[in-house]
């Protein structure tokens, strides 16, 4: 029940993406509002994972989970249902908020429900979810159009979350685990969630709204998203001090994996989420692709990604960070494959399919070992909390991935590409998306040296513990390894 919520919201990310010419001919929007139509959800998307985490700590994650649902099935019917641009808009946002409910529950359940090895494998189940869905989206978007036409089939894509809300709705009553008694109500920290979702809105606001306007004053909005930020830590930093009920317990960040995983997953995501949304670009305006063809392109990507994320989520308790690394590298090799072989000449998408299964497979060898080995060391009881901050740095990174690299490939185009064809048009948008891979592995490259110099830190300190450990066995026996 949790992989199929979890699919259901991430589903909506991409699959709109492929929607957008038929929503703009359907409610008569204008480009910027048919942004909005994509920003707007993963606007709402990422202010809710920290707060939404924190009450099902403390209310219980089933209900938590059972109410995003059904308001994200409710908003879902609301948007396929819109007549114009505003309401459809703002169905989007409320959905974009329902779903980021459900996403920190769906954390705190497995890390409530399994330990150890099984724990590793739940997660390497919801990294296959992400990889799918994510390249999915694009394949049931076209799907769903071409069945239901040009004024049916993008509501199609909407109206479908109605029976698979439905179903979990009813399934999840029965299967999901009821909360565990609490030894005391906490009090929600109000003013701290003031705080902190004014910053995160105004990064992922500056973020989004660059997508759109490419406005770099933009960059403004990070002074009150500092400030307000600061005013966050100050405030949790007193409440823990006077062991008072904070909002997230920043003494967690004193654990070490619990740190990197976080910074980690914000740059993986920013060229992660970035670079599938160009090529998507470079296929329909550079190639002329329709969107099924488009989703066709990308498959590749999703088979590495799920079969990758599934063998990941067994190796990750015997391999560790190093299992990370290697993903990180195997991520940069794919990106570089792309620009090799992009250029000029037929069956470009045929080309592309082997550097985007490596990719693939690089992808799922680090979202799904970096969530467990982030949440490894949490306790379960704040686990939801903990998981919201992780995916609250993945929101983040993704919205700020995509606006960067996508400004980086539409600002590189020339301006007279638009009266250009054949070979020159060709050669115009390879080149825009070679730059745009050259952004992606300076993100890459900045998580693989953070994980490097963590690996390289955290057996330090193993080796100085070592010695301590050793002393304490009888007859100077060897502890067993890990």
């Known amino acids: 029940m949790c992989l199929v919520a979890l699919f259901m919201t991430l589903l909506d990310v991409s699959i709109t993406n492929v929607a957008l010419p038929a929503i703009g001919a ?3 929007a204008q480009a910027s509002a048919l942004q909005w139509v994509v920003s707007g959800y993963t606007l709402a998307f990422g202010l809710v994972p920290i707060i939404g985490g924190r009450l099902g700590d403390d209310h219980g994650r089933r209900r938590m989970f059972l109410i995003g649902v059904a308001g994200f099935m409710a908003s879902s019917a609301l948007v396929g249902a819109a007549p114009e641009p505003r309401l459809l808009i703002a169905g989007r946002v409320v959905q974009g908020l329902f779903g980021g409910l459900i996403n920190p529950q769906v954390a705190g359940l497995v890390q409530q429900m399994f330990r150890g090895a099984q724990r590793a494998r739940a997660f390497g189940a919801i990294g296959t979810i992400v990889g799918v869905a994510t390249a999915v989206g694009p394949l049931a978007g076209g799907g769903l159009i071409a069945l239901g036409g040009p004024h049916l089939g993008w509501r199609l894509v909407f109206f479908v979350n109605v029976p698979i809300g439905l179903a979990t709705i009813v399934m999840a009553r029965r299967w999901l685990p009821p909360p565990a008694p609490s030894p005391r109500r906490r009090q929600l920290d109000l003013p701290g969630a003031a705080l902190l979702g004014g910053a995160t809105f105004a990064v992922l606001f500056a973020a989004v709204q660059y997508d759109t306007a490419r406005d770099l004053r933009l960059l403004w909005l990070l002074v009150p998203a500092a400030l307000l930020a600061t005013g966050f830590v100050v405030r949790e930093r007193h409440l823990t001090h006077r062991n008072r009920d904070p909002l997230f317990d920043l003494r967690l960040f004193r654990e070490p994996s ?3 995983g976080v910074a980690l997953a914000l740059l993986y995501f920013c ?8 090529l998507s670009l470079y296929y329909q305006q550079g190639l002329g692709y329709s969107a099924l063809r488009a989703g066709l392109g990308v498959t590749a990507l999703a088979v590495g990604s799920a079969a990758a994320a599934t063998l990941a989520g067994r190796w990750v308790s015997r391999l560790g960070r190093p299992l990370v690394v290697g993903g990180l590298v195997t991520f940069g090799i ?7 072989v992009t250029g000029p000449g037929d069956h470009v998408a045929r080309r592309l399919a082997l550097p985007l299964l490596v990719l693939g497979l690089g992808s799922g060898a680090i979202i799904t070992p970096n969530q467990a080995l982030t949440l490894q060391q949490v306790d379960p009881v704040v686990g939801g909390t903990a998981g919201g901050v992780l995916q609250t740095a993945q929101r983040i990174g993704a919205a700020v991935g995509q606006g960067v ?3 980086v490939f539409l600002a590189s185009l020339p301006g007279t590409v638009a009266r250009m064809s054949g070979p020159a048009r060709d050669a115009a948008y390879g ?3 070679s730059t745009a891979v050259g952004v992606t592995l300076g993100f890459v490259a900045a998580a693989i040296i953070l994980s490097v ?11 100085r513990a070592a010695p301590a450990d050793t002393a304490a066995l009888p007859h100077g026996e060897r502890p067993a390894a890990g």
């Open 26 to 28: 359907g409610v008569g």
């Open 258 to 260: 619990y740190t990197v």
């Open 271 to 278: 060229g992660y989420t970035g670079l599938p949304l160009v």
């Open 334 to 340: 794919g990106a570089l494959l792309i620009d090799l």
């Open 405 to 407: 690299i996508s400004a």
């Open 431 to 433: 080149s825009a998306l």
């Open 453 to 463: 110099v963590d690996l390289v830190l955290s057996r330090r300190r193993a080796g």
